[in-house]
């Protein structure tokens, strides 16, 4: 009985000091992490917007309960565009999206910031010649469709699930910028 007492204080007494070590080493390096992950999304909206002289926060928003945020891009006084960062509920996790969209209201282009999905099939979506899909499309052309020749989003071959997570996610953002922007949305 003494022993298995003894080893069960070892074990507790292991199990805090690592939950300790840990908890440490997390307080530490979350500011870190917070840091350069807004130093990443910084550059990710300079790249998407490349002709803004400066990109102003102009709301948030929740999609899928995430926290999102939407931009004005400005040159000089003239508004050249917009960028949302969104979310789409793909097949394995949500994908986290940054959306450039012109001033008429069409898709300049997309970036995927992060996502979860299979490696193989779903994580197509970070590759160009999805992007580019997206490209000029209004908001009327946001759907996923399984045959070419259309002016919709194709979407990918064992991947429809995550082609329509994004799209989604392209579409709520455009119909948010629309009402925001403009007041029509369908």
């Given amino acids: 009985?003494?022993?298995?007492?003894?080893?069960?204080?070892?074990?507790?007494?292991?199990?805090?000091?690592?939950?300790?070590?840990?908890?440490f080493v997390f307080a530490k390096t979350a500011p870190i992490v917070k840091i350069k992950k807004?130093?990443?999304e910084t550059a990710a909206r300079k790249k998407m917007m490349p002709d803004a002289d400066n990109i102003i926060e102009a709301g948030k928003w929740e999609p899928y309960g995430k926290k999102g945020k939407y931009f004005e891009g400005k040159k000089g006084e003239e508004t050249t565009g917009y960028l949302i960062s969104t979310y789409g509920k793909g097949y394995s996790s949500y994908i986290n999206i940054l959306v450039s969209v012109g001033k008429d209201m069409k898709v300049k282009g997309i970036g995927i910031l992060g996502h979860g999905e299979t490696p193989?099939?779903?994580?197509?979506?970070?590759?160009?010649?999805?992007?580019?899909?997206?490209?000029?499309?209004?908001?009327?052309?946001?759907?996923?469709v399984k045959i070419?020749?259309?002016?919709?989003?194709?979407?990918?071959?064992?991947?429809?699930?995550?082609?329509?997570?994004?799209?989604?996610?392209?579409?709520?953002?455009v119909k948010l910028l629309k009402e925001k922007y403009s007041g029509v949305a369908k």
Avoid: C, H, P
């Avoid at 193989?120 to 996923?144: A, M, N, P, T």
């Fill in 38 to 40: 807004e130093q990443e």
């Fill in 120 to 144: 193989g099939l779903g994580d197509e979506i970070e590759q160009d010649y999805f992007k580019k899909r997206f490209e000029g499309k209004s908001l009327e052309q946001l759907e996923v």
């Fill in 1 to 23: 009985m003494k022993e298995m007492l003894k080893i069960t204080a070892s074990l507790v007494l292991i199990f805090v000091a690592a939950g300790l070590v840990m908890a």
């Fill in 148 to 173: 070419e020749g259309t002016d919709k989003i194709q979407a990918i071959s064992g991947a429809t699930i995550s082609s329509r997570a994004v799209t989604n996610g392209v579409r709520e953002s």
